[in-house]
């Protein structure tokens, strides 16, 4: 992967982390994984793909899964609207888009002001860790656990039939 990983060492001690919003919850992705943050545009739907796909988009050629974040994290669904953007991001294992409300800024923090998701409660799914604004606190997502084993092997059928 290409993105330093908390507990891992950054070159400056620092992790640079984009902040983004959904119901008036913050969270983050880390910097290096984020390839571009763009406006909503037509999603076509895939069949047979994962509850949490949305639908595919055609990026430069490439086609890549879109997915409705707001599912991984219990939050109640909402229609999506020009003011939605799409955050396009690199796992270790392909390129996804998720559907955001809007992308605030790019944090900065020190590497010993990011609390662990161990530190807080033990087998969190899908978050990293925590750090604290100046306004409140921001959830770091972890994309290497955002789909489970089943998830990703439905997701690859239903891409291969692409």
Same mark, same amino acid.
């Given at each position: 992967?290409?993105?330093?990983?908390?507990?891992?060492?950054?070159?400056?001690?620092? *992790?640079? /982390?984009?902040?983004?919003? /959904?119901?008036?919850?913050?969270?983050?992705?880390?910097?290096?994984?984020? !390839?571009?943050?763009?406006?909503?545009?037509?999603?076509?739907?895939?069949?047979?793909?994962?509850?949490?796909?949305?639908?595919?988009?055609?990026?430069?050629?490439?086609?890549?899964?879109?997915?409705?974040?707001?599912?991984?994290?219990?939050?109640?669904?909402? !229609?999506?609207?020009?003011?939605?953007?799409?955050?396009?991001? *690199?796992?270790?294992?392909?390129?996804?888009?998720?559907?955001?409300?809007?992308?605030?800024?790019?944090?900065?923090?020190? !590497?010993?002001?990011?609390?662990?998701?161990?530190?807080?409660?033990?087998?969190?799914?899908? /978050?990293?860790?925590?750090?604290? /604004?100046?306004?409140?606190?921001?959830?770091?997502?972890?994309?290497?656990?955002?789909?489970?084993?089943?998830?990703?092997?439905?997701? *690859?059928?239903?891409?291969?039939?692409?």
């Amino acid at each position: 992967m290409n993105y330093q990983k908390l507990g891992e060492p950054a070159e400056n001690g620092r *992790n640079q /982390l984009v902040v983004f919003i /959904l119901d008036e919850q913050r969270y983050a992705l880390h910097l290096l994984a984020v !390839e571009r943050v763009a406006c909503v545009v037509e999603i076509a739907p895939l069949p047979k793909a994962p509850e949490i796909v949305v639908g595919v988009i055609d990026l430069q050629g490439r086609i890549v899964p879109v997915v409705n974040i707001r599912k991984r994290f219990r939050l109640p669904d909402r !229609e999506m609207g020009l003011s939605n953007q799409l955050i396009i991001a *690199n796992t270790s294992r392909r390129t996804i888009a998720f559907v955001v409300d809007s992308v605030t800024d790019v944090a900065e923090r020190a !590497e010993r002001e990011v609390i662990t998701a161990e530190k807080i409660l033990p087998g969190l799914e899908y /978050l990293e860790g925590v750090i604290k /604004l100046d306004d409140g606190i921001v959830f770091i997502h972890d994309l290497d656990r955002f789909f489970s084993l089943e998830e990703e092997k439905q997701l *690859n059928d239903a891409t291969d039939r692409l």
